[in-house]
C-alpha cells in the first residue's frame, strides 16, 4: 500500500483529541525506545489543513508516496507511515553526518573548520594549499578528483578515483559546486586525521546517546588501513531513525539535558555558509546554494536573486536532502521535524518548488 488514506488512519487520534480538547500546552519530550504519540489537536495543528498539506505532497510524490512519512512536533509524533521503519540509503542526506562528525570533533578540539586540508594531508599541499575543512562543507573547496564519471552520464564526478588529486575546478571559496568527489574527499580527510571511521565518531558521541540503533554507512575506500565511510552518502537508515537525527538538531545539539553537539555548532552548521555570487560551470551547476547552503545542510537563506530559497515556508527551516526525496526537514519555530523517505525519483516539479507549496499549506494548519 503506497498512499493510505489519511483520515482512516488519523481516526484514533481524532477520538482522543476531543477527550482532550483542545491543544495542550506540551513541552518538549525526547524518545527513548519508542515515540511519544499525539493527536495533531493536541500540539496545535488543524487536522483537515494537515490533511491537505500531506494530500498535496502525496500528489507530488512518486509510487513510495506518504509511505515512510514521519512527523514530530516537541518530540511527540503526530505522523507515521506504515514503512518508517524500512531501511535504505538516504543518499546525499548522508552529507549531514559527515559534517556533523567535523562538528564533533571540533567541539573536542581535534579539528575545526578552519583546518587546512595540507595539516591532514600533505598531498592536499601543491594544488590546495588554501583550501579550508569549511570549504569542503560548504562545497566551495573546489576539489576534483582525477578521472571521469562511474556512472553512465557525461560528468567529471563520482569517478572511480575520488581520492587521485586532481586540478582545482576553482579557488576555495570564489564558487560553488555540488560536488560529491569534494565531499568523499571530505570523509577521507576526517578519516585520516583521526585513525577512526566517521560511524565510530558519530556513534561513541552521538548515536548511542540519541538511541538511533543499528544501521549501516558503507564504505568508499580505506586509508591507513581504516574503512573511509562514504563523506557523501550510504548512510543506510530508517525513517524513525533519521528523526532522531533531526530532533537532536531540532534542540541544538542536547537531548534530554545532555549537550551532545554544541550549540555554535548546530548555528553555524545551519546558516548559510556559502558568500560567492558564482556557481562552478560544471555539470552540476543546476544545484545551486548561494545564499542557501551551510554545512551540509541546505537552509532558507537569500539568494542572489533576492529571493529565499522557500519563499512561502519558514524562515528559520533547514534540512537535509537526498536522491529519491530523501529529506529531514528541521523548523525551530515549529518545534517540528518532518522526515519524508523513499526510492522512487525526486519530485518532477523539484523539491524546492513542492515543498515551498507544502509547507506553505502547512503553515495554514499550524494553530499555534
Known sequence: MKFKPFVIWFVPFLLVSCSEGKSEDLSMVFPTDKWEERSPEALGIDSQKFLEALDYLASESGEDGLEEVFIVRKGHVIYKGDSIYKKHNIYSSSKSFTSTVLGILTDKGILSEDTYAREIDTAMTGLYPEVQLKHFSSM???YSGKGSTRWDEVS???SWTPYAIDT???APGTQYAYWDEAQMMFGR???MHTGKTLKSIFDEN????IGIGEYKW?????VNGVEINNGCTNVMINAEQLARFGHLYLNEGNWDGKQ???KEWVKKATQNQVFTDTVADTDRSHVDGRGCYGYNWWVNGMMPTGEYHMPDAPKSLYYASGLHNNMCF???EWDLVFVRRGEDGNPAKGKPFVYNEFFKRMALAIKK
Open 140 to 142: 566551495t573547496s573546489g
Open 156 to 158: 567529471e564526478d563520482w
Open 168 to 170: 582545482p575546478l576553482f
Open 189 to 191: 580527510l576526517l578519516t
Open 206 to 209: 552521538i548515536g548511542h546517546a
Open 218 to 222: 558503507n564504505p568508499e575506500q580505506e
Open 260 to 262: 551532545l553537539l554544541s
Open 330 to 332: 528541521v523548523i525551530p
